[in-house]
């Protein structure tokens, strides 16, 4: 009998902790599930004008009104993606609110290029 046998009714409940917990990589279909269960968290923050469901407001509002999804979301995912997910969904908000605010400002776009981008050279 394993550590976790008298605590979960099935392997897959076992398995599914393991993955929540960190303990175990998600699969595929683990992952698939997780994104799911992602992306309507995103629609209920979405439908409710919340941003950052981790502190103040929104938090408060995403308890009450995104609750189904957010449990969801918490069991299907790892909680260390639940946490980074939340905290990319604001950064990315962030990082909008600043190009268009750039935008408006009349900023100039510029093409960056990378290593990778460089011209192969010519008859070198």
């Not at 392997?11 to 698939?32: F, L, M, Y």
């Not at 997780?34 to 309507?40: F, L, T, V, Y």
């Not at 999804?69 to 995912?77: H, V």
Request: net charge positive; with cysteine; hydrophobic share 30%.
């Amino acid at each position: 009998m394993g550590l976790f046998s008298g605590f979960f009714a099935s392997e897959d409940e076992k398995r599914r902790e393991e993955v929540r917990t960190g303990a175990r990589a998600p699969d595929r279909s683990e992952r698939q599930r997780c994104w799911d269960a992602r992306d309507a968290f995103y629609r209920c923050l979405d439908q409710h004008d919340v941003v950052d469901a981790l502190t103040g407001e929104g938090r408060k509002v995403a308890d009450k009104k995104c609750a189904s999804e957010s449990k969801a979301f918490d069991a299907n995912c790892a909680s260390a993606w639940v946490t980074y997910f939340k905290r990319y969904r604001v950064a990315e908000y962030k990082k909008k609110q600043t190009f268009e605010r750039l935008e408006r400002e009349g900023a100039n776009k510029i093409a960056i290029q990378g290593p990778g981008d460089a011209p192969e050279s010519k008859g070198a």
